[in-house]
């Protein structure tokens, strides 16, 4: 008889290795008169969005181009590495962010769309995206608004560019995002071995266990529930509720 406790624990994190958060759109207009997040863009992580109430809008942008897709109850949204992407709430915008490999964007896997000037210079990067330690919830909503003008006004210059058929000033985004961030690969390579690598590992062995006829791995099964362990966190684009599920 398999005693479960013989053998290691398997892979227990979310499926495929995601992070997930419930995000609640800020509503604070910005010089667009349109209400909403930062834009910015992950350099190695696909995220998704499984809206659950309101409504509103992402916007992205790509070297194909500006879009804006609209967000309504049941709406499911995906893009890939390297969109830029700004969510705007039209009213009471919910949704549950789904993000590629766990840890990765907390790691700093997001560089916001700050104006160039600030984009190249990684102390200056830094003082700017970054929310005071400490702080009442005045302190923590000025900050988190200053970054997001910011952020907004760089958006839409890259977006007035691409529009009028200048690829430049994005890909220049492209090369300032990836010098700001190359330093963190290493660590996130160890991120990334154990989580979604993990996940896939696991299902490897599994698949090699099935073939075998082997089916002792099935007594090994464990089950995870997960309350938020913080809510109400001031994020890019809105108040967060953030799961521990690493």
Request: proline share 7%; aromatic share 6%; glycine share 12%.
């Amino acid at each position: 008889m398999v005693n479960p406790s013989d053998a290691p624990a398997p892979y227990a994190g979310l499926p495929g290795g995601i992070g997930v958060s419930r995000l609640r759109v800020y509503d604070w207009p910005a010089a667009d008169g349109r209400r909403g997040g930062t834009p910015h863009a992950h350099l190695t992580c696909s995220e998704g969005y499984a809206v659950t109430g309101g409504r509103g809008a992402v916007q992205t942008l790509t070297a194909a181009g500006f879009q804006e897709t609209p967000l309504s109850p049941g709406a499911l949204a995906w893009f890939t590495p390297g969109t830029i992407h700004r969510l705007v709430n039209d009213g009471d915008l919910t949704l549950h962010v789904l993000m590629q490999n766990c840890g990765l964007p907390e790691a700093g896997d997001a560089v916001l769309t700050l104006p160039p000037t600030l984009l190249a210079d990684a102390g200056a990067y830094r003082a700017a995206v970054t929310l005071p330690a400490e702080g009442g919830e005045a302190e923590l909503t000025a900050a988190a608004l200053r970054r997001r003008d910011l952020a907004v006004e760089g958006f839409t210059a890259l977006r007035e560019a691409t529009e009028a058929g200048d690829p430049e000033p994005l890909a220049a985004f492209h090369r300032a995002a990836l010098a700001l961030v190359r330093p963190l690969a290493g660590r996130w390579r160890e991120r990334w071995r154990a989580g979604a690598a993990a996940a896939a590992e696991a299902t490897a062995t599994q698949l090699d266990r099935l073939e075998r006829g082997e089916a002792d791995y099935l007594a090994h099964a464990v089950v995870r529930a997960e309350q938020p362990s913080a809510r109400g966190k001031f994020g890019m684009c809105g108040r967060l509720d953030v799961y521990d599920v690493a």
